[in-house]
């Protein structure tokens, strides 16, 4: 099992082993999180490795989730990049949702945050197939 530095030496778990995570990756993802999520456990809802490669199942599962989430990716070069949605994705409509707690990343081959702009709201989005984070000239 994996852990997450939250606060000053304060470990919160995930509660399912990740593939994508680094040994320090955790601890850079959660430093970024909201101070309400600090001692929350992370449970791992889609893997293309248990789950298979099924954009269906990752979106009724993204569906499922009953709160904030972590999506990670990555890419056939190695790349390992992501998201962090404030709210569940179970939007009904097809509109853009969220706030300014919302952020892109990076993981590999560097950590990088990239935060909302605050020049928009559109931080995040699902839709029968597909799921959006982020979008216009913010």
């Given at each position: 099992?994996s852990?997450i530095?939250?606060?000053y030496?304060?470990?919160?778990?995930?509660m399912?082993?990740s593939r994508?995570?680094g040994?320090?990756?955790?601890k850079?993802l959660?430093?970024?999180?909201p101070a309400?999520?600090y001692g929350c456990k992370?449970?791992?809802?889609?893997?293309?490795?248990?789950?298979?490669?099924?954009?269906?199942t990752?979106?009724?599962?993204?569906r499922?989730c009953?709160?904030s989430?972590?999506?990670?990716i990555k890419d056939?070069n190695?790349?390992?990049f992501?998201?962090?949605a404030?709210?569940p994705?179970?939007n009904?409509?097809p509109k853009f949702?969220?706030?300014?707690e919302?952020?892109?990343?990076t993981?590999?081959?560097?950590?990088?945050?990239y935060?909302w702009?605050?020049?928009?709201l559109y931080?995040q989005m699902?839709?029968t197939?597909?799921?959006?984070?982020g979008?216009?000239?913010?």
């Amino acid at each position: 099992s994996s852990g997450i530095n939250a606060e000053y030496g304060e470990e919160i778990e995930l509660m399912d082993d990740s593939r994508l995570f680094g040994p320090e990756d955790p601890k850079k993802l959660t430093d970024n999180l909201p101070a309400r999520l600090y001692g929350c456990k992370w449970k791992l809802i889609y893997s293309t490795f248990q789950h298979g490669i099924s954009s269906s199942t990752l979106l009724r599962a993204s569906r499922e989730c009953g709160g904030s989430s972590i999506l990670i990716i990555k890419d056939y070069n190695g790349y390992v990049f992501g998201a962090f949605a404030s709210h569940p994705w179970n939007n009904p409509e097809p509109k853009f949702y969220g706030n300014g707690e919302c952020f892109l990343f990076t993981l590999h081959p560097e950590f990088v945050v990239y935060r909302w702009t605050s020049k928009n709201l559109y931080c995040q989005m699902i839709e029968t197939n597909r799921i959006n984070k982020g979008g216009g000239s913010g």
